[in-house]
């Protein structure tokens, strides 16, 4: 639950056309203890104050000239976006009151105003509120925890491939290509099981720091489970544009790693797909991707290996003789 203090310190945004009745309104917030208070008698203000302070709670005025509370009540919709309205309607008309409602302000002050109403229509409203954030970020977070690794914090396998799926539209659209390159570590497992699991994830994490130092911006670098990891390249021309950062990584990883005072060190294999070159969906790439891992690794690991120069090696197929002889 939100604190006192929480409470107290909310944004708070007073409107009203009437200056006797803004300055009445922000002395009761004063003396209640409130301490972050704006006011505005312009309602047009309103929408555009809200996005850049993303106020707590709206004492919004319903009859103004020009703009009336029901429209900017409208405005502010299109802002939270099917999330919490923060409003408390103020007006003196009863038959407001349900409108209002309907409207989507969360509650409603009776004008004139009664001191022990509006202190308590408003502690309600603003506690509410804050709890409402707080959900809001726990789920983000849950969310986020959802879609990282929780050792590295880079993107698991389920937000990979949402990623890839996403870098492969813009190489459709922009009639280029991409690239999944999937890496495992080589003497990862000897290290291991002779310095310990906390050794080994203090490796994963700084291998995990290495690995997006070296790709640009734009990539993404996730951990898909052990000591693999997979990196997404868009906007390629050729396979032959993987090959400098593909030894730039192999470079970085082979450097060594101090953990607990020891000197250890390790390489990595990396199999690299192309796409259209090699597959045309998520499963298919990274699948093209893994086999060419296999490859770079069976063939003395610590090296990079494409699926097409994998598919130069196998043996080519017998043609099917259609003779009926």
Known sequence: MPSRDDILHARILVVDDSADNVEL????????????????MLPEQVCPMHRQHCYDLILLDLQMPGLNGFQVMKGLK???QGGYLPVLALTAQPSFKIAALEAGARDFISKP???????????NMLE??????????????QQELALHDPLTGLPNRRLLEDRIATVLQHATRQQNKAAVMYLDLDGFKPINDTYGHAAGDEILKLVAQ??????????????????EFVIVMGNISHVSDTQEPAN??????????????QTLQLSTSIGIGI????????????AVADAALYEAKR?????SCTAQALRSQAPARPMLSTSTA
């Open 210 to 227: 290495r690995l997006v130092s070296c790709a640009r911006k734009e990539d993404t670098v996730a951990r898909v489970g052990g000591d």
């Open 25 to 40: 309104m922000l002395e009761i917030l004063r003396e209640a203890g409130y301490t972050n208070v704006s006011s505005t």
């Open 248 to 261: 730039k990584l192999i470079d970085s990883v082979s450097q060594p790693y101090i953990v607990n005072g």
């Open 78 to 80: 299109e802002i939270e």
């Open 113 to 123: 105003f009664d001191l022990l109403e509006v202190h308590k229509r408003i502690h």
């Open 128 to 141: 509410v509120r804050l709890l409402y954030k707080e959900l809001a970020q726990y789920s983000k977070q």
């Open 299 to 303: 063939s003395g690991k610590n090296r």
């Open 275 to 286: 796409f259209p070159d090699d597959a045309d969906a998520v499963a298919a790439v990274i």
